[in-house]
């Protein structure tokens, strides 16, 4: 007998990633269709997208610009080696990205995800190093509350506490700096005014260990998944200024907050602060095809190329660099955005998501809300002996009543695609308050 359209016939084989399996398998929430700003949930309900699926679907689900790339590349190339040899869509989507971020984040090196992009980013701020003549630049400093993937580097450089706690030590040395999180900036509306002493915390883990060991320091501009943590003003300017000073490199994480999720290209265009290095993936693709990116500066570059003898200069890669069906779905991602101006409808529309979620608080177990761009947290106080319950049960009710949201602990994160619309945003809050009211 053929199972129910949406739910396999055996749940046991598939080993979820991040997730309560047993729970889950128990009562499963699946999806089986996208377009636009909805899924489809296995019983034929609309599902409205309050987290761009995994903060990765900016520009709105199976955009056909994206579908029908994807569809003639596979077509006419569906793979070619990047190793000793090449396909032209890499080299235009490379000098796309180099002229859509920063002035001075020229090269761009492919990768598969995130999680292999931070992890590539550490591994050339070492061959940067190296090649200076200064290979005894091996530490790393990463920060408290830092999400960079799941990869061994990206684990030791996270700060946290579950990620780290069986593998955080196989890369070393490594170091954190204090998370920017402070309970007086509770509520705040963008970035916090309080807490720009804080970047005075690297000046003191490069001081412990002397800059002449420290390689690169790695940060979220905005700490997305341990729940929308936002600098303080002047904050990541006063990073900068300590990395200039102590000749380390600075790499933002901006695999959440890159390609338009705070109404700009990049946080690094938004704050006016540009890294050294910067990984980027999700809304790369429209999260349509998997791919990941590491941008650098042409002095990071032209050091590591210009540096080595004949042959190889970098051993590094991965056999999906730079696929021919990830180039396509990015091209034509990146034409979608730029047609349909949607960084542009973003920043237009943040003040009114700033105020519709706001607007929640006073609401049962709120203790703070924060918000930036179209991105946000709301925080509830948790249950006593139960930490994170309260948020995921509001997780299970927010699917039950037809929005999809994220948790993380007692924090509900949103970060809806960019193309959606005023009385959509209305829809999100107005079922989310419904929700927040039924928690015990």
Same mark, same amino acid.
Request: hydrophobic share 45%.
């Given at each position: ?44 309900? &609309? ?6 699926? #995994? ?8 955009? &056909? ?10 077509? =006419? ?37 995130? %999680? ?10 070492? =061959? ?15 920060? *408290? ?23 955080? =030590? ?11 999180? #402070? ?13 720009? *002493? ?23 501009? !905005?700490?997305? %998944? ?38 700009? &290209? %990049? ?53 999906? %660099? ?16 730029? *047609?349909?101006?949607?960084? #542009? ?26 918000? #930036? ?48 619309? *005023? ?11 419904? !929700? ?5």
């Amino acid at each position: 007998m053929d199972a129910p359209i949406g739910r396999p016939n055996d749940l046991s084989a598939f080993w979820m990633p991040y997730t309560a399996n047993r729970a889950f398998k128990e009562a499963p929430r699946m999806v089986v269709a996208a377009k636009d700003m909805h899924y489809t949930a296995g019983d034929g309900r &609309p599902i409205l997208d309050g987290t761009a699926g #995994l903060w990765c679907v900016n520009a709105g689900h199976a955009r &056909p610009r994206v579908v029908e790339a994807i569809r003639r590349q596979a077509e =006419a190339l569906d793979f070619a080696p990047t190793f000793q040899f090449g396909h032209p869509s890499a080299f235009t989507l490379a000098s796309r990205l180099a002229d859509m971020f920063p002035i001075g984040l020229d090269h761009a090196f492919f990768t598969n995800s995130g %999680s292999e992009a931070v992890d590539t980013a550490l591994k050339i701020a070492l =061959a940067y190093h190296r090649a200076r003549g200064e290979g005894q630049r091996t530490r790393l400093i990463g920060r *408290e509350r830092g999400y960079h993937g799941s990869g061994f580097g990206g684990t030791a450089v996270g700060g946290i506490v579950k990620n780290r706690m069986h593998y955080g =030590a196989a890369v070393q040395p490594v170091d954190h700096i204090c998370h920017t999180h #402070l309970p007086e900036n509770a509520f705040s509306r963008g970035c916090p005014a309080n807490g720009a *002493e804080l970047a005075e915390d690297l000046a003191r883990r490069i001081a412990l260990h002397d800059a002449s060991n420290v390689a690169a320091v790695i940060i979220e501009p !905005v700490a997305g %998944s341990t729940g929308v943590l936002l600098p303080p003003e002047g904050y990541l300017a006063r990073v900068r200024e300590i990395c200039d000073q102590a000749g380390i490199l600075l790499i933002f994480d901006e695999v959440i907050t890159g390609f338009g999720r705070l109404g700009t &290209p %990049s946080a690094a265009d938004y704050f006016g602060v540009t890294p050294d290095l910067m990984t980027l993936a999700k809304g790369l693709t429209n999260a349509a095809v998997p791919m990941g990116a590491v941008m650098t500066t042409g002095a990071v570059h032209d050091t590591v190329v210009n540096g080595a003898p004949a042959g190889i200069e970098l051993f590094h890669g991965y056999t999906y %660099s730079g696929h021919p069906l990830a180039c396509a779905a990015a091209l034509a991602t990146l034409d979608t955005y730029t *047609e349909e101006d949607l960084f #542009l409808r973003a920043s237009r529309l943040a003040p009114f998501w700033e105020e519709r979620i706001h607007a929640l608080r006073g609401r049962p177990n709120v203790i703070d809300i924060r918000n #930036l761009g179209l991105v946000g947290a709301i925080e509830l106080s948790p249950r006593p002996g139960a930490p994170g319950a309260r948020a995921y049960e509001a997780m299970v009710r927010a699917f039950d009543e037809g929005i999809m949201i994220r948790v993380t602990g007692d924090i509900i994160a949103l970060s809806p695609p960019l193309i959606i619309t *005023e009385a959509q945003v209305d829809e999100l809050f107005g079922t989310l308050e419904r !929700v927040l009211d039924a928690l015990p």
